[in-house]
């Protein structure tokens, strides 16, 4: 278990009893209220903050929390739903691209998030009446955090949903709300947030959970980065390259540590990589603190089904056109798409029985492959070598892979980083990184593309690849590397901006796969429609039950989720609008 002065995530409330010589104790506040001087102390304040901080973890619904599994990665290509086609089924119609405004678990994401932004506009209503112990530059950094976390939650809903409602401090909850159209931009309005906290954040928090000004500056940066794209703007590009420079050149984290990049890869889903120099801006989770809300709950159905680690429930299984992605030429990836050619495909077990011998495949690949994808034969962590379809709950629908970042390993189980306090031991205490510092550079590097600055762009992808070359790192059995781990840095100058562009978006692809970006970095890049197109007729070919019979990506709706019909229901179709195409 984490014992550390870091946030732990979860809402508290005092209530301080207290009986005076005066008619007023006959007065008695309901059971369980709080009143507004509790509310408005040093501690009231902080306690509404870390309600807000404690949506990041979803606490409702599977796929409610902020690491986006099922809408970045999953509708991303980079996984199968997995497990079967009857479990959690309402997730089929998702990742098939094909969503029912009705759907459970479009509704929870919406609902996590508005109740996060509802969090925090509570604490910026409350911090005109602060007491006065609460100091200016309190109040001033209490303010800033929460109107990151506000621009966070609006960042996830514009992304997922598009045209929501924008609601502030300065609505009504009571009356007014129901008026709020979802016809605004909100860009302008995240932006303004996260420029807030950037310009007001301390470099150094309390807690190395707390955003700080390098973690707001990223957040801008990337907002300035997705406008660039949806907007055709170089301007954009320009403020986000200037932005990204003063982070990649001056950034620390929350608790002090200069930004940099971890020495070994698969350190990075590890416990006790938490909140290191690579950390931006993470989602902090416990164990044994008495209640599964405060452990990482976004990913308990994705482990391996079947007598692996947690034993359930065989969700989130990369895909055959992910595990062929790390296929390397000469250290170099095949940026032309090759390698999902006969030849180059990655070998798998596959309709091999799990009495049946197996040899894991021999040909060159990205050491990063075996950090990502749990396949036959290779280590798995400290639970020895995955066994294949042994862990897979049904190969015909979900592939041969299982996933293997956000898994615990032995070790962290025996040393108290897994609760086991609920239905499974799949809630771990381990953090997910929603920004990191590869992110960082790799996101610089496409502003760089996109500004002609390709020497500049390549010099970071280069940074990303070292790391990613170093064998202190490679996944071994026994003393050796697991496979034939060959990974070269970009050394041709780079002079096509094209081929640059492609350089750079792959890197994404490899560096972060499983990590919820590459759905809407596909949507932001415009090239969503044919890149999954292609993924669905290619996943159709591997699998004989396969989730995508039929499944299409229909261009531009497929972009974006519906608004939930339950909102529309309650407000009505004249405020809210539904989302085109639904």
């Known amino acids: 278990m984490k014992i550390t002065t870091r946030i732990i995530i979860t809402m508290f409330i005092v209530i301080v009893f207290t009986v005076s010589c005066q008619d007023s104790f006959l007065e008695v506040n309901p059971t369980g209220s709080i009143t507004n001087a509790q509310l408005t102390s040093a501690n009231g304040l902080e306690g509404t903050l870390i309600g807000a901080y404690s949506m990041l973890l979803g606490r409702g619904g599977f796929y409610a929390g902020s690491t986006n599994w099922l809408w970045g990665s999953v509708m991303g290509g980079e996984a199968n739903k997995g497990t079967n086609s009857g479990d959690q089924a309402q997730v089929n119609e998702i990742q098939a691209y094909s969503p029912q405004a009705t759907n459970e678990s479009v509704l929870d ?13 509570a604490l910026l209503r409350l911090l005109p009446d602060a007491q006065a112990t609460v100091s200016a530059a309190t109040k001033t950094r209490l303010e800033a955090e929460g109107k990151f976390l506000r621009a966070h939650y609006y960042f996830e809903l514009k992304k997922i949903f598009n045209n929501v409602p924008y609601i502030d401090e300065t609505i009504d909850y009571g009356a007014g709300i129901d008026e709020v159209t979802n016809t605004a931009d909100i860009w302008p309005k995240i932006e303004a947030d996260f420029l807030f906290a950037y310009n007001n954040l301390p470099e150094e928090q309390s807690a190395a959970g707390r955003a700080n000004k ?6 801008l940066a990337k907002t300035y980065l997705y406008e660039g794209f949806l907007q055709s703007s170089q301007a954009k590009f320009q403020d986000a390259k200037d932005i990204f420079d003063d982070v990649i050149a001056l950034g620390k984290t929350a608790n002090g540590q200069t930004y940099g990049l971890l020495d070994k890869y698969g350190d990075l889903f590890r416990i006790a990589g938490d909140n290191s120099k690579e950390s931006v801006f993470s989602i902090q989770a416990a164990s044994g603190t008495g ?9 308990v159905l994705n482990f391996p089904y079947n007598g692996g680690p947690a034993g359930c429930c065989g969700f989130n299984q990369p895909s055959f056109e992910l595990a062929n992605s790390f296929r390397t030429s000469g250290g170099l990836p095949l940026l032309d798409g090759s390698y999902n050619n006969p030849g180059n495909e990655l070998k798998t077990d596959q309709g091999v029985a799990a009495t049946d011998a197996f040899t894991p495949d021999a040909g060159e690949v990205d050491p990063r492959l075996d950090h990502s994808v749990g396949r036959r ?8 070598l995955h066994p294949g379809v042994a862990w897979i709950r049904d190969q015909n629908y979900g592939g041969p ?3 293997k970042k956000f898994i615990w390993s032995k070790e962290e189980e025996a040393t108290g980083g897994v609760d086991k306090s609920s239905w499974t031991p799949g809630y ?8 990191r510092f590869a992110d960082v550079l790799l996101m610089a590097a496409e502003a760089e593309v996109e500004l002609g600055n390709l020497e500049t762009a390549r010099g970071l992808v280069n940074q990303v690849r070292a790391r990613a070359a170093n064998p202190a790192g490679f996944v071994l059995d026994g003393a050796t590397p697991a496979a034939d781990y060959v990974i070269s ?10 081929l640059a562009r492609d350089a750079v978006r792959f890197e994404r692809k490899l560096e972060l796969s499983g990590e919820g970006h590459r759905f809407f970095d596909l949507v932001r890049w415009g090239i969503a429609g044919p890149t999954l197109n292609a993924y669905l007729a290619y996943e159709r070919t591997k699998v004989a039950a396969t989730p995508f019979s039929g499944a299409s990506f229909v261009d531009p709706k497929a972009r974006y989720m519906p608004i939930p019909q339950r909102e529309i229901d309650i407000l009505g179709a004249d405020v809210i609008t539904q989302n085109p195409g639904y």
């Open 109 to 121: 994401k919406y609902r996590v998030c508005y109740e996060g932004i509802a969090r925090v506009n």
């Open 214 to 219: 390098w973690a707001a500056g990223a957040y």
């Open 291 to 299: 209640t599964i809300n405060n452990s990482n709950p976004d990913f």
């Open 377 to 384: 034969g290779i280590p798995y962590l400290d639970h020895g």
């Open 401 to 403: 892979f299982a996933p």
């Open 428 to 435: 771990s205490s381990l953090n997910v990184m929603l920004i």
């Open 489 to 498: 840095q970009y050394t041709a100058t780079w002079t096509d901006q094209a």
